[in-house]
Protein backbone atom coordinates (compact mmCIF):
# COMPACT_ATOMS: atom_id res chain seq x y z
CA UNK A 1 0.00 0.00 0.00
CA UNK A 2 1.96 3.27 -0.87
CA UNK A 3 1.21 6.71 0.34
CA UNK A 4 -1.90 8.42 -1.19
CA UNK A 5 -0.99 11.74 -2.95
CA UNK A 6 -1.87 14.41 -0.43
CA UNK A 7 -0.80 15.94 2.74
CA UNK A 8 0.43 14.53 6.08
CA UNK A 9 -1.11 11.53 7.23
CA UNK A 10 -1.12 10.87 11.14
CA UNK A 11 -2.86 8.36 13.53
CA UNK A 12 -4.38 8.29 16.54
CA UNK A 13 -4.53 5.14 18.61
CA UNK A 14 -7.10 4.89 21.80
CA UNK A 15 -6.59 2.03 24.51
CA UNK A 16 -9.77 2.07 25.84
CA UNK A 17 -11.45 -0.05 28.75
CA UNK A 18 -13.53 -2.27 26.05
CA UNK A 19 -12.14 -1.46 22.82
CA UNK A 20 -8.57 -0.57 21.81
CA UNK A 21 -8.87 1.70 18.29
CA UNK A 22 -7.17 2.89 16.05
CA UNK A 23 -7.26 6.27 13.10
CA UNK A 24 -6.04 6.80 10.55
CA UNK A 25 -6.17 10.41 8.56
CA UNK A 26 -4.56 12.23 6.22
CA UNK A 27 -4.87 16.42 5.65
CA UNK A 28 -6.29 17.12 1.99
CA UNK A 29 -7.00 20.55 1.13
CA UNK A 30 -7.54 21.71 4.72
CA UNK A 31 -9.48 19.11 5.54
CA UNK A 32 -9.53 15.89 7.60
CA UNK A 33 -9.97 12.50 5.03
CA UNK A 34 -10.36 9.18 6.93
CA UNK A 35 -7.90 6.50 5.33
CA UNK A 36 -8.82 3.82 7.77
CA UNK A 37 -10.33 2.88 10.99
CA UNK A 38 -10.11 -0.61 13.15
CA UNK A 39 -11.08 -1.49 16.30
CA UNK A 40 -10.05 -4.55 18.33
CA UNK A 41 -12.64 -5.48 22.07
CA UNK A 42 -10.20 -5.70 25.01
CA UNK A 43 -11.77 -6.34 28.04
CA UNK A 44 -9.32 -4.16 30.34
CA UNK A 45 -11.90 -2.28 31.90
CA UNK A 46 -13.59 -5.22 33.19
CA UNK A 47 -10.76 -6.42 34.63
CA UNK A 48 -9.15 -3.00 36.41
CA UNK A 49 -13.16 -2.25 37.93
CA UNK A 50 -13.25 -5.86 38.88
CA UNK A 51 -9.66 -6.65 39.85
CA UNK A 52 -7.88 -2.98 40.42
CA UNK A 53 -5.28 -4.16 37.83
CA UNK A 54 -4.99 -5.36 33.84
CA UNK A 55 -3.52 -8.67 33.65
CA UNK A 56 -0.05 -9.98 32.38
CA UNK A 57 -1.98 -11.74 29.35
CA UNK A 58 -3.91 -8.94 28.64
CA UNK A 59 -1.04 -6.76 28.17
CA UNK A 60 0.61 -9.21 26.03
CA UNK A 61 -2.70 -9.50 23.79
CA UNK A 62 -3.08 -5.51 23.96
CA UNK A 63 0.74 -5.43 22.69
CA UNK A 64 0.25 -7.99 20.00
CA UNK A 65 -2.58 -5.88 18.27
CA UNK A 66 -0.41 -3.11 18.75
CA UNK A 67 2.42 -4.31 16.93
CA UNK A 68 -0.59 -5.18 14.08
CA UNK A 69 -1.22 -1.42 14.00
CA UNK A 70 2.37 -0.70 13.77
CA UNK A 71 2.53 -2.25 10.69
CA UNK A 72 -0.35 -0.56 9.07
CA UNK A 73 0.63 2.64 9.85
CA UNK A 74 3.85 2.34 8.43
CA UNK A 75 1.99 1.00 5.10
CA UNK A 76 0.29 4.11 5.05
CA UNK A 77 3.89 5.90 5.61
CA UNK A 78 1.96 8.16 8.57
CA UNK A 79 4.14 10.74 9.16
CA UNK A 80 2.83 11.20 12.92
CA UNK A 81 1.00 9.26 15.86
CA UNK A 82 -0.08 9.67 19.10
CA UNK A 83 -1.13 6.77 21.41
CA UNK A 84 -3.75 7.83 24.41
CA UNK A 85 -5.30 5.07 27.11
CA UNK A 86 -8.30 6.83 29.11
CA UNK A 87 -9.77 5.46 32.34
CA UNK A 88 -9.54 1.42 32.27
CA UNK A 89 -5.37 2.47 32.16
CA UNK A 90 -5.49 6.07 34.36
CA UNK A 91 -7.22 3.68 37.22
CA UNK A 92 -5.18 0.79 36.69
CA UNK A 93 -2.73 -0.13 40.24
CA UNK A 94 -0.35 -1.40 37.75
CA UNK A 95 -0.65 1.40 35.08
CA UNK A 96 3.16 2.47 35.32
CA UNK A 97 4.27 -1.20 34.50
CA UNK A 98 1.94 -1.44 31.59
CA UNK A 99 3.04 1.76 30.25
CA UNK A 100 6.93 0.96 30.89
CA UNK A 101 6.37 -2.95 29.52
CA UNK A 102 4.50 -1.36 25.73
CA UNK A 103 7.12 1.30 25.50
CA UNK A 104 10.08 -1.50 25.63
CA UNK A 105 8.02 -4.01 23.57
CA UNK A 106 6.47 -1.88 21.40
CA UNK A 107 8.61 1.12 21.74
CA UNK A 108 5.19 3.32 22.00
CA UNK A 109 5.02 6.30 24.14
CA UNK A 110 1.80 5.59 25.57
CA UNK A 111 0.02 8.94 26.92
CA UNK A 112 -2.08 8.45 29.88
CA UNK A 113 -5.12 11.15 29.28
CA UNK A 114 -5.93 12.30 33.29
CA UNK A 115 -10.07 13.02 33.41
CA UNK A 116 -10.42 16.55 32.50
CA UNK A 117 -7.87 16.28 29.66
CA UNK A 118 -9.90 13.46 28.28
CA UNK A 119 -13.25 15.43 28.48
CA UNK A 120 -12.15 18.96 27.59
CA UNK A 121 -10.84 17.66 24.31
CA UNK A 122 -14.46 16.05 23.84
CA UNK A 123 -16.23 19.23 24.85
CA UNK A 124 -14.05 21.55 22.75
CA UNK A 125 -15.69 19.52 19.94
CA UNK A 126 -19.15 19.33 21.34
CA UNK A 127 -18.78 22.97 21.23
CA UNK A 128 -18.05 23.17 17.71
CA UNK A 129 -20.50 21.09 16.92
CA UNK A 130 -22.95 22.95 18.34
CA UNK A 131 -21.94 26.58 17.06
CA UNK A 132 -23.96 25.65 13.82
CA UNK A 133 -27.03 25.09 15.74
CA UNK A 134 -29.38 28.38 16.75
CA UNK A 135 -27.89 29.92 20.41
CA UNK A 136 -31.66 30.86 21.50
CA UNK A 137 -32.75 26.90 20.76
CA UNK A 138 -29.65 25.63 23.21
CA UNK A 139 -29.44 28.23 26.54
CA UNK A 140 -28.54 27.13 29.27
CA UNK A 141 -27.20 23.07 28.62
CA UNK A 142 -25.62 20.63 30.81
CA UNK A 143 -23.19 18.69 28.87
CA UNK A 144 -22.14 15.51 29.40
CA UNK A 145 -19.54 12.42 28.02
CA UNK A 146 -20.80 9.36 29.29
CA UNK A 147 -17.79 7.24 29.73
CA UNK A 148 -17.06 3.06 30.21
CA UNK A 149 -15.83 4.40 33.85
CA UNK A 150 -16.59 8.00 34.07
CA UNK A 151 -19.17 10.57 33.61
CA UNK A 152 -18.17 14.38 32.66
CA UNK A 153 -20.60 17.11 33.45
CA UNK A 154 -20.68 20.73 32.21
CA UNK A 155 -23.00 23.40 32.41
CA UNK A 156 -22.90 25.85 29.71
CA UNK A 157 -24.55 29.18 29.58
CA UNK A 158 -24.93 30.13 26.46
CA UNK A 159 -21.09 31.15 26.09
CA UNK A 160 -19.13 30.07 27.98
CA UNK A 161 -18.76 26.72 30.55
CA UNK A 162 -19.37 27.82 34.16
CA UNK A 163 -19.42 24.42 36.20
CA UNK A 164 -17.15 21.51 35.58
CA UNK A 165 -17.19 17.83 37.65
CA UNK A 166 -15.98 14.37 36.61
CA UNK A 167 -17.85 11.68 38.31
CA UNK A 168 -16.27 8.33 39.11
CA UNK A 169 -18.82 6.19 37.29
CA UNK A 170 -19.40 5.16 34.01
CA UNK A 171 -21.77 2.66 32.04
CA UNK A 172 -19.27 -0.32 32.24
CA UNK A 173 -18.31 0.72 35.89
CA UNK A 174 -21.96 1.17 36.97
CA UNK A 175 -22.50 -2.77 35.82
CA UNK A 176 -19.32 -3.92 36.98
CA UNK A 177 -19.65 -2.97 40.66
CA UNK A 178 -23.36 -3.72 40.59
CA UNK A 179 -23.43 -6.51 38.51
CA UNK A 180 -24.04 -9.48 41.45
CA UNK A 181 -27.23 -7.98 42.56
CA UNK A 182 -28.67 -8.68 39.84
CA UNK A 183 -28.76 -12.53 40.37
CA UNK A 184 -30.57 -11.41 43.34
CA UNK A 185 -33.61 -9.35 42.88
CA UNK A 186 -35.71 -9.03 39.53
CA UNK A 187 -36.18 -4.82 40.69
CA UNK A 188 -32.44 -4.63 39.86
CA UNK A 189 -32.96 -1.22 37.84
CA UNK A 190 -34.53 0.20 41.03
CA UNK A 191 -31.08 -0.84 42.69
CA UNK A 192 -29.15 0.72 40.05
CA UNK A 193 -31.70 4.14 40.15
CA UNK A 194 -31.00 4.54 43.56
CA UNK A 195 -27.52 3.99 43.50
CA UNK A 196 -27.18 6.89 40.69
CA UNK A 197 -29.34 9.18 42.48
CA UNK A 198 -27.05 8.79 45.77
CA UNK A 199 -24.14 9.90 43.39
CA UNK A 200 -25.75 12.31 40.61
CA UNK A 201 -28.11 13.95 43.24
CA UNK A 202 -25.39 15.47 45.20
CA UNK A 203 -23.72 17.08 42.22
CA UNK A 204 -23.59 20.69 42.74
CA UNK A 205 -25.23 21.92 39.32
CA UNK A 206 -25.21 25.79 39.70
CA UNK A 207 -27.78 27.39 39.72
CA UNK A 208 -28.99 29.30 36.68
CA UNK A 209 -31.20 31.80 35.43
CA UNK A 210 -33.92 30.30 33.48
CA UNK A 211 -32.54 26.82 34.45
CA UNK A 212 -30.91 24.06 32.41
CA UNK A 213 -32.85 23.95 29.19
CA UNK A 214 -31.12 21.91 26.82
CA UNK A 215 -29.39 18.02 27.17
CA UNK A 216 -26.00 17.39 25.21
CA UNK A 217 -24.99 13.99 25.53
CA UNK A 218 -22.27 11.86 23.89
CA UNK A 219 -20.67 8.68 24.70
CA UNK A 220 -19.52 5.43 23.42
CA UNK A 221 -23.59 3.85 23.43
CA UNK A 222 -25.68 7.43 22.24
CA UNK A 223 -25.04 5.64 18.37
CA UNK A 224 -26.61 2.51 19.11
CA UNK A 225 -29.17 4.12 21.53
CA UNK A 226 -30.16 6.49 18.03
CA UNK A 227 -30.15 3.20 16.47
CA UNK A 228 -32.55 1.90 18.35
CA UNK A 229 -34.85 4.42 18.63
CA UNK A 230 -34.97 5.05 14.68
CA UNK A 231 -33.08 7.91 14.77
CA UNK A 232 -30.79 9.13 11.79
CA UNK A 233 -27.90 11.87 12.42
CA UNK A 234 -28.71 15.71 10.67
CA UNK A 235 -25.35 17.75 10.58
CA UNK A 236 -23.74 15.02 12.08
CA UNK A 237 -25.94 15.08 15.05
CA UNK A 238 -28.67 13.25 16.71
CA UNK A 239 -31.81 15.24 17.93
CA UNK A 240 -33.69 11.98 20.20
CA UNK A 241 -36.73 12.35 21.95
CA UNK A 242 -36.51 12.13 25.80
CA UNK A 243 -39.42 9.64 25.88
CA UNK A 244 -38.24 7.31 23.61
CA UNK A 245 -34.98 7.21 25.78
CA UNK A 246 -37.12 6.82 28.87
CA UNK A 247 -39.33 4.07 27.06
CA UNK A 248 -36.48 2.25 25.55
CA UNK A 249 -35.19 2.01 29.40
CA UNK A 250 -38.62 0.83 30.53
CA UNK A 251 -38.09 -1.88 27.74
CA UNK A 252 -34.53 -3.22 28.46
CA UNK A 253 -34.43 -2.69 32.44
CA UNK A 254 -36.63 -6.00 33.62
CA UNK A 255 -34.69 -7.75 30.59
CA UNK A 256 -31.55 -10.15 30.94
CA UNK A 257 -28.44 -9.10 28.81
CA UNK A 258 -29.42 -11.87 26.63
CA UNK A 259 -33.13 -11.08 26.32
CA UNK A 260 -31.47 -7.26 25.53
CA UNK A 261 -28.98 -9.14 23.13
CA UNK A 262 -31.86 -11.13 21.18
CA UNK A 263 -34.29 -8.37 21.29
CA UNK A 264 -32.05 -5.54 19.44
CA UNK A 265 -29.73 -8.13 17.63
CA UNK A 266 -26.44 -6.64 19.23
CA UNK A 267 -23.67 -8.11 21.25
CA UNK A 268 -24.34 -9.55 24.94
CA UNK A 269 -21.66 -7.09 25.73
CA UNK A 270 -22.98 -4.68 24.16
CA UNK A 271 -26.78 -5.37 25.76
CA UNK A 272 -24.57 -4.80 29.02
CA UNK A 273 -23.70 -1.29 28.52
CA UNK A 274 -26.90 0.12 26.61
CA UNK A 275 -28.62 -0.91 29.94
CA UNK A 276 -26.31 1.14 31.99
CA UNK A 277 -25.93 3.61 29.75
CA UNK A 278 -29.70 4.02 29.62
CA UNK A 279 -29.80 4.42 33.24
CA UNK A 280 -27.66 7.30 33.57
CA UNK A 281 -28.78 9.14 30.61
CA UNK A 282 -32.44 9.12 32.18
CA UNK A 283 -31.22 10.15 35.45
CA UNK A 284 -29.76 13.07 33.60
CA UNK A 285 -32.45 13.55 31.43
CA UNK A 286 -34.18 14.66 35.06
CA UNK A 287 -31.90 17.56 35.47
CA UNK A 288 -33.43 19.50 32.24
CA UNK A 289 -36.32 21.07 31.33
CA UNK A 290 -35.94 19.89 27.58
CA UNK A 291 -37.67 17.20 26.09
CA UNK A 292 -35.00 16.13 23.66
CA UNK A 293 -31.42 15.40 23.98
CA UNK A 294 -28.90 16.90 21.39
CA UNK A 295 -26.39 14.11 20.71
CA UNK A 296 -23.28 15.56 18.09
CA UNK A 297 -21.31 12.62 16.94
CA UNK A 298 -17.99 13.39 18.35
CA UNK A 299 -14.71 11.82 19.24
CA UNK A 300 -11.55 12.14 21.19
CA UNK A 301 -9.48 11.00 18.46
CA UNK A 302 -10.78 13.53 16.37
CA UNK A 303 -9.58 16.40 18.96
CA UNK A 304 -6.71 14.71 18.94
CA UNK A 305 -6.31 14.65 15.32
CA UNK A 306 -6.85 18.14 14.82
CA UNK A 307 -3.74 18.67 16.55
CA UNK A 308 -1.24 17.08 14.25
CA UNK A 309 -2.19 17.83 11.63
CA UNK A 310 -3.70 21.51 11.60
CA UNK A 311 -0.88 23.56 13.44
CA UNK A 312 -2.79 26.32 14.44
CA UNK A 313 -5.97 23.84 16.22
CA UNK A 314 -3.21 23.44 19.13
CA UNK A 315 -3.28 28.16 19.82
CA UNK A 316 -7.26 27.43 19.25
CA UNK A 317 -7.97 24.52 21.62
CA UNK A 318 -5.83 26.45 24.14
CA UNK A 319 -7.64 29.58 23.96
CA UNK A 320 -10.80 27.67 24.33
CA UNK A 321 -9.24 26.19 28.01
CA UNK A 322 -8.01 29.47 28.65
CA UNK A 323 -11.84 30.98 28.48
CA UNK A 324 -13.37 28.36 29.95
CA UNK A 325 -11.04 27.60 32.41
CA UNK A 326 -11.44 31.30 33.38
CA UNK A 327 -15.46 31.10 33.16
CA UNK A 328 -15.28 28.16 35.79
CA UNK A 329 -12.89 30.11 37.92
CA UNK A 330 -15.23 33.26 37.95
CA UNK A 331 -18.46 31.10 38.51
CA UNK A 332 -16.40 29.60 41.80
CA UNK A 333 -15.26 32.45 42.91
CA UNK A 334 -18.88 34.10 43.49
CA UNK A 335 -20.31 30.78 44.58
CA UNK A 336 -17.73 31.14 47.45
CA UNK A 337 -18.65 35.18 48.14
CA UNK A 338 -15.45 36.42 46.81
CA UNK A 339 -14.92 39.93 46.43
CA UNK A 340 -14.77 40.19 42.63
CA UNK A 341 -13.33 43.25 42.13
CA UNK A 342 -10.44 42.68 44.17
CA UNK A 343 -9.58 39.50 42.16
CA UNK A 344 -10.25 40.81 38.65
CA UNK A 345 -7.88 44.22 40.04
CA UNK A 346 -4.89 41.65 41.25
CA UNK A 347 -5.80 39.29 38.04
CA UNK A 348 -4.78 42.14 35.96
CA UNK A 349 -1.46 42.93 38.31
CA UNK A 350 -0.17 39.39 38.20
CA UNK A 351 -0.93 39.23 34.64
CA UNK A 352 1.41 42.44 34.25
CA UNK A 353 4.16 41.34 36.18
CA UNK A 354 4.51 38.26 34.75
CA UNK A 355 4.54 40.22 30.96
CA UNK A 356 6.96 42.16 32.02
CA UNK A 357 8.98 39.46 33.69
CA UNK A 358 8.55 37.24 30.32
CA UNK A 359 12.49 36.93 29.80
CA UNK A 360 13.25 36.55 33.58
CA UNK A 361 10.67 33.77 34.78
CA UNK A 362 11.39 31.59 31.79
CA UNK A 363 7.51 30.25 32.30
CA UNK A 364 4.65 29.86 29.39
CA UNK A 365 1.33 30.47 28.68
CA UNK A 366 -0.37 27.97 30.37
CA UNK A 367 1.37 28.97 33.67
CA UNK A 368 0.25 32.45 33.42
CA UNK A 369 -3.24 30.96 32.90
CA UNK A 370 -2.84 29.19 36.43
CA UNK A 371 -1.44 32.58 38.05
CA UNK A 372 -4.35 33.99 36.37
CA UNK A 373 -6.89 31.01 37.74
CA UNK A 374 -4.96 31.12 41.96
CA UNK A 375 -5.66 35.01 41.34
CA UNK A 376 -9.11 34.47 40.96
CA UNK A 377 -9.82 31.68 43.66
CA UNK A 378 -7.21 32.62 46.42
CA UNK A 379 -10.35 34.32 48.52
CA UNK A 380 -12.49 31.56 48.24
CA UNK A 381 -11.43 30.36 51.64
CA UNK A 382 -12.63 32.68 53.74
CA UNK A 383 -16.33 31.24 53.13
CA UNK A 384 -14.96 27.81 54.73
CA UNK A 385 -13.32 29.41 57.67
CA UNK A 386 -12.11 33.04 58.26
CA UNK A 387 -9.66 32.34 60.60
CA UNK A 388 -7.21 29.47 58.72
CA UNK A 389 -8.95 30.93 55.23
CA UNK A 390 -5.80 30.09 52.87
CA UNK A 391 -5.07 26.86 54.30
CA UNK A 392 -9.04 26.37 53.68
CA UNK A 393 -8.17 27.78 49.59
CA UNK A 394 -5.15 25.36 49.58
CA UNK A 395 -7.52 22.62 50.85
CA UNK A 396 -11.22 23.57 48.62
CA UNK A 397 -8.51 24.18 45.57
CA UNK A 398 -6.44 21.13 44.93
CA UNK A 399 -9.63 18.88 45.83
CA UNK A 400 -11.73 20.42 42.93
CA UNK A 401 -12.37 19.76 39.34
CA UNK A 402 -11.88 23.15 36.84
CA UNK A 403 -12.55 23.03 33.24
CA UNK A 404 -9.13 21.70 31.41
CA UNK A 405 -7.00 21.74 34.38
CA UNK A 406 -4.86 18.75 35.13
CA UNK A 407 -4.36 17.59 38.92
CA UNK A 408 -0.75 18.73 38.82
CA UNK A 409 -2.11 21.97 37.94
CA UNK A 410 -4.75 21.68 40.42
CA UNK A 411 -2.35 21.48 43.01
CA UNK A 412 0.18 24.34 41.74
CA UNK A 413 -2.89 26.62 41.53
CA UNK A 414 -3.75 25.74 45.01
CA UNK A 415 -0.12 26.53 46.04
CA UNK A 416 0.15 30.09 44.57
CA UNK A 417 -3.02 30.68 46.12
CA UNK A 418 -2.41 30.25 49.74
CA UNK A 419 0.44 32.45 50.51
CA UNK A 420 -0.17 35.89 51.25
CA UNK A 421 1.98 38.82 52.90
CA UNK A 422 3.40 36.78 55.84
CA UNK A 423 3.55 33.48 53.80
CA UNK A 424 6.24 31.72 51.39
CA UNK A 425 6.77 28.01 50.55
CA UNK A 426 8.70 26.59 52.85
CA UNK A 427 11.20 23.56 51.62
CA UNK A 428 10.75 22.13 55.18
CA UNK A 429 7.32 21.44 54.75
CA UNK A 430 6.60 17.85 53.77
CA UNK A 431 4.02 18.47 51.43
CA UNK A 432 5.71 21.41 49.68
CA UNK A 433 8.73 18.83 49.32
CA UNK A 434 6.12 16.60 47.93
CA UNK A 435 5.94 18.35 44.77
CA UNK A 436 8.81 17.68 42.47
CA UNK A 437 11.30 19.96 41.51
CA UNK A 438 10.40 21.60 38.20
CA UNK A 439 6.95 22.21 40.10
CA UNK A 440 7.97 23.63 43.35
CA UNK A 441 10.49 25.78 41.21
CA UNK A 442 7.17 27.08 39.34
CA UNK A 443 5.26 27.37 42.47
CA UNK A 444 8.05 29.95 43.47
CA UNK A 445 8.21 31.92 40.81
CA UNK A 446 4.46 32.00 40.76
CA UNK A 447 3.84 33.19 44.30
CA UNK A 448 6.67 35.88 44.16
CA UNK A 449 4.84 37.36 41.28
CA UNK A 450 1.21 36.45 42.84
CA UNK A 451 2.05 37.77 46.39
CA UNK A 452 3.31 41.47 44.30
CA UNK A 453 0.05 41.73 42.98
CA UNK A 454 -2.02 41.09 45.79
CA UNK A 455 0.07 43.74 48.11
CA UNK A 456 -0.99 46.38 45.29
CA UNK A 457 -4.77 45.80 46.43
CA UNK A 458 -4.12 44.55 50.12
CA UNK A 459 -7.26 46.88 51.15
CA UNK A 460 -9.50 45.15 48.67
CA UNK A 461 -10.65 48.68 47.97
CA UNK A 462 -8.80 49.24 44.32
CA UNK A 463 -7.54 52.13 45.27
CA UNK A 464 -4.94 51.59 42.69
CA UNK A 465 -7.10 50.70 39.19
CA UNK A 466 -4.29 50.43 37.17
CA UNK A 467 -0.34 50.26 37.17
CA UNK A 468 2.62 50.70 35.04
CA UNK A 469 5.71 47.89 35.12
CA UNK A 470 9.29 48.64 33.77
CA UNK A 471 11.95 46.34 34.21
CA UNK A 472 15.66 48.13 34.56
CA UNK A 473 18.67 45.70 35.08
CA UNK A 474 17.96 44.56 38.78
CA UNK A 475 14.92 46.46 39.51
CA UNK A 476 10.75 46.03 38.80
CA UNK A 477 9.39 49.67 38.97
CA UNK A 478 6.11 49.71 39.61
CA UNK A 479 4.37 53.14 38.87
CA UNK A 480 0.22 53.98 40.14
CA UNK A 481 -1.63 56.85 40.45
CA UNK A 482 -4.12 57.52 43.10
CA UNK A 483 -5.05 60.30 45.82
CA UNK A 484 -6.12 57.73 48.17
CA UNK A 485 -4.05 56.52 51.14
CA UNK A 486 -2.51 53.61 50.53
CA UNK A 487 -0.29 52.62 53.60
CA UNK A 488 -1.33 49.14 53.67
CA UNK A 489 -0.64 48.06 50.20
CA UNK A 490 3.07 50.02 50.74
CA UNK A 491 3.54 48.23 53.96
CA UNK A 492 2.03 44.54 52.28
CA UNK A 493 4.76 45.46 48.91
CA UNK A 494 7.55 45.87 51.59
CA UNK A 495 6.58 42.57 53.13
CA UNK A 496 6.63 40.83 49.43
CA UNK A 497 9.92 42.56 48.10
CA UNK A 498 12.33 40.14 50.00
CA UNK A 499 10.85 37.02 48.65
CA UNK A 500 10.39 38.09 45.02
CA UNK A 501 13.90 39.55 45.10
CA UNK A 502 15.25 35.83 46.81
CA UNK A 503 13.09 34.20 43.37
CA UNK A 504 14.55 36.02 40.73
CA UNK A 505 17.34 37.97 41.99
CA UNK A 506 15.36 41.67 41.18
CA UNK A 507 14.69 44.29 43.84
CA UNK A 508 10.76 45.51 43.06
CA UNK A 509 10.06 49.46 43.69
CA UNK A 510 6.60 50.91 44.29
CA UNK A 511 6.10 54.71 43.36
CA UNK A 512 2.64 55.97 43.62
CA UNK A 513 2.05 59.25 42.10
CA UNK A 514 -1.11 62.02 42.57
CA UNK A 515 -3.53 61.89 40.29
CA UNK A 516 -3.92 65.88 41.38
CA UNK A 517 -0.49 66.84 39.40
Not at 287 to 295: D, E, G, H, L, Q
Request: include cysteine; proline fraction near 2%; charge should be negative.
Amino acid sequence: MNKKKGGKIAAVIDIGSNLLKMRICQLRKGEIVSLDRLQYPLCLGHEVFTEGKIRFESLRELSGILQGYSEIMAEYGTDQYKVVATTALREAKNRAYVVDQLKIQNDMTVEVLEDDQEKTLIYSEILSSLQTMEQKKIGNALISYIGAGTIGLSVFDGKNMIFSQNVPMGALKLHDMLGNIQEETEDFYVVVEEYLESIMGRIPLPQVEGGLQSLVLTGNEIELIAKICGVEPENDRYIIEAKQIKNLFKEVRSLSREKISDRFGIEEESAELLYSALAIYVRLIQCVKSNTVIAPKVDLWFALMKQMLIPKSSGEYFEHVRVNAISCAQAMSRTYNANEKHTENIRKFACKLFDKMKGTHGLDKRKRLLLELAAIMHDCGHYVNAKDHLSSSFDLLKNIDLYGMTDEEMHIIAYVARYNEYDVPNFDDIAFVGLSEANRLVVSKLVAIFRLANALDKSQMQKLDDIKVRLERERLIITGESDQNLYLEKWAFEQTAPFFKEVFGINPELTIKSKML
